[in-house]
């Protein structure tokens, strides 16, 4: 039986250890590798070659997304090969871009040389970075760009709420926010791509020369393009300092995406709605995602937040792109 993505960890077997990745590397890729150390998550590794220098070993057991772990690879290579900002996919010595272990895909990526870009000064960057994925990505053969009605989006992202809401007072909110969302044009036809799917920073590293490039697309889902435009002022800071962006560094880095890739009337009077939808969604995923005692729930207020929807969420996403041209 096609397994299905997302998979619960309990579904997937043993991740490899250092000695496996060893192994691994040298019967797939042949890389003599001298040194294993694990990244900032227990799927990726850094691999130390003399000859080859440092590669990234990365391991997809399919947690993260709706789709099969081989098709992010498949993603990335072809983003890479149009020259997004982006690693390389190095291929197996019989030219394949990743290979199956056990119920797990394993594949072999360029190490992107920088730091964690966990600032807010290099946003109009990280804009302009995101629209250059987002050009690499239309012509993805297994999912390319359509021009599809929001609204379906945006429907589905309640439907989601409406089924994990936590109390009366938040189903209220939560109904609120589809009453507003409701009263909206009758279509609005947006370009919709395999998105990047978790734009943050702890995922974005700066080159030494400042150039921005994005790891992890195991995220990666088919939706408006817009919905990784928005999800910005939300994640951008969530690992680091526990804050969304303001409405002017919102703005910087929509700027900075529009610049490449100009909006239509359509997608301008989408983006709103979108984060709206979008916004609702996430903090009602945080809710079942962090315990009551999880002190996550606490910094980012998500009880209080949630009640705020049919006031906040829109005029935030209003701001994203006010006196932008």
Request: aromatic share 8%; hydrophobic share 40%; proline share 6%.
């Amino acid at each position: 039986m096609e397994a299905i993505y997302p998979r619960s960890r309990d579904e997937t077997g043993p991740l490899p250890d250092q000695r496996e990745i060893v192994d691994l590397c040298k019967r797939f890729w042949d890389l003599e590798v001298n040194n294993v150390c694990r990244a900032n998550s227990q799927c990726v590794f850094f691999c130390d070659s003399l000859r080859d220098g440092r590669v990234v070993f990365r391991v997809n057991p399919g947690w993260d997304g709706s789709n099969h772990p081989r098709t992010i690879v498949e993603f990335v290579r072809h983003l890479a090969d149009r020259g997004a900002p982006c690693p390389d996919i190095r291929p197996t010595t019989d030219g394949s871009p990743c290979k199956s272990v056990r119920d797990l895909v394993i594949s072999v990526e360029s190490f992107l040389e920088g730091k964690v870009v966990d600032r807010v000064d290099t946003l109009r960057s990280v804009g302009e970075a995101l629209a250059r994925v987002h050009d690499a990505s239309e012509d993805f053969p297994i999912f390319s760009s359509e021009v599809k009605d929001a609204r379906l989006y945006i429907s589905d992202a309640l439907e989601y709420c409406e089924r994990t809401t936590f109390s009366s007072n938040a189903a209220e909110a939560v109904a609120l926010l589809r009453a507003q969302l409701n009263n909206t044009p009758n279509r609005m036809n947006v370009r919709w791509l395999l998105c990047r799917g978790d734009v943050r920073s702890w995922n974005t590293i700066a080159s030494p020369s400042g150039e921005v490039r994005f790891t992890d697309f195991n995220s990666a889902h088919f939706a408006p393009a817009l919905v990784d435009v928005v999800m910005v002022r939300m994640q951008w800071l969530i690992g680091t300092v526990g804050r969304q962006l303001s409405d002017d560094e919102m703005q910087r880095f929509v700027a900075g995406y529009f610049s490449v890739r100009p909006p239509s009337e359509d997608e301008r009077t989408a983006l709103p709605l979108i984060f709206a939808a979008w916004y609702a969604r996430r903090l009602c995923q945080l809710h079942r995602k962090w315990s009551p005692s999880s002190p996550n729930r606490k910094t980012w207020e998500l009880d209080d937040r949630i009640l705020a929807l049919p006031h906040a969420a829109i005029r935030m996403g209003e701001a994203a792109i006010e006196g932008i041209d």
